[in-house]
T-cell receptor, first 114, second 115 residues
């Protein structure tokens, strides 16, 4: 079955550490997205990529970095510069050039800073 | 800039009662509208979407939504809810002419179905 996988499901980080969240899709989608979810704030866009080797900052990119070396993969690194990284992180994908299409979401990674 | 407003952060309702979750968007141009559901500690799943044509859209799990262009609204309804409908619901909008292909999400409405 096609879909999006995110790993790990739960992640604990000490202050000052960088961590990388994995996102893989086998839907053959060109566009991929990372969102951060906090209670009462909905989904906020961190980064998005419309094609391999290209990505754009979203609304809250500070303290985060991404890469898009393969169509299937869009890992997110939460750096030590992110002051409040504890949140639920969601990866999504969609077809490029198809604005009528919905996004497909992974199951999420819950990051907790200790 | 495009925005989506979900005025109700929480909606409690008794089982088998009807429910309406409100969504308003700001746009003077054509938009595509989506409703997603999120169960605890899971990703979002598409419930339904409006692209064009009939203003009444039917989705999964007995949900439907009505697009109202003059009111810039896309409210979600279900005539009789079940305990299993307890979840968070998100409205989202996308502008086909925006060029960025970004989806704009509301802040969500937490539906709590009471026995």
């Amino acid at each position: 079955d096609g879909g999006i996988t995110q790993s790990p499901k739960y992640l604990f980080r000490k202050e000052g550490q960088n961590v990388t969240l994995s996102c893989e899709q086998n839907l053959n989608h060109d566009a991929m997205y990372w969102y951060r979810q906090d209670p009462g704030q909905g989904l906020r866009l961190i980064y998005y990529s419309q094609i391999v080797n290209d990505f754009q900052k979203g609304d809250i990119a500070e303290g985060y970095s991404v890469s898009r070396e393969k169509k299937e993969s869009f890992p997110l690194t939460v750096t030590s510069a992110q002051k409040n990284p504890t949140a639920f992180y969601l990866c999504a994908s969609s077809r490029q050039g198809a604005p009528r299409d919905e996004q497909f979401f992974g199951p999420g990674t819950r990051l907790t800073v200790l | 800039a495009q925005s989506v407003t979900q005025l109700d952060s929480q909606v409690p309702v008794f089982e088998e009662a009807p429910v309406e979750l409100r969504c308003n968007y700001s746009s003077s141009v054509s938009v595509y509208l989506f409703w997603y559901v999120q169960y605890p500690n899971q990703g979002l799943q598409l419930l339904l979407k409006y692209l064009s044509g009939s203003t009444l859209v039917k989705g999964i799990n007995g949900f439907e939504a009505e697009f109202n262009k003059s009111q810039t609204s896309f409210h979600l309804r279900k005539p009789s809810v079940h305990i299993s409908d307890t979840a968070e619901y998100f409205c989202a909008v996308r502008s086909p002419g925006s060029g960025t292909y970004k989806y704009i999400f509301g802040t969500g409405t937490r539906l709590k179905v009471l026995a």
